[in-house]
């Protein structure tokens, strides 16, 4: 059995306004940078192999809270939302022309205009999740976090997601041979030593 502990990036200025990030390579804002400049892991997460994004906001939330240079996957960059990168999801979801849904609506092949749907993500995500060796950390996005959680606890996008994605947790599966389970609690960072 490996454990992978997913942790979602820091803020950015496109997060803030409610703009749809997907790939595009937004950095972290400096309230972000700072905030997560105050957390460290928790000890028994120190051993992990460390693993990102390559999209800055991601890389800089592995520097900052490990100071630690991750190994970049290509695989866990974030869904790609096509047309409506740069969006803001509030604007979209209120013109019912345009095909835009919540979550819950979306089951495993909804896609944006020119983007990519959770099944494609998921190929692309799945032979990375099932090469790791060891126990792992993945510092990502709420999409890759959505499609692995998804996996874990068997849901389909299809009603209430059985889990929230919060920021400075790590979100934990475990994976034995191709079986991926969660673990409930998310594992809250640590308070860095002032020191």
Known sequence: MIRLALLRH????WNRAGQIQGRSDIPLDQEAREELAGYELPKEWLGADLWSSPL????????LVTHKTPQCAPELTEMFWGEWEGCKGLELKADPENGFRDIED???DYRPPEGESPAEVWARI????YSLSRDSLAVCHIGIMRMI????YGWNFDGPAPFRIKRNRLFVVEITGRDLSPVQDPVR??????Q
């Open 10 to 13: 820091g803020h950015t200025a």
């Open 56 to 63: 800055c906001r991601a890389v800089e939330t592995a520097r």
């Open 106 to 108: 979306w089951g495993w």
């Open 126 to 129: 799945e032979p990375w999740l």
């Open 149 to 152: 959680l998804a996996k874990a």
């Open 189 to 194: 960072l640590v308070p860095r030593d002032p």
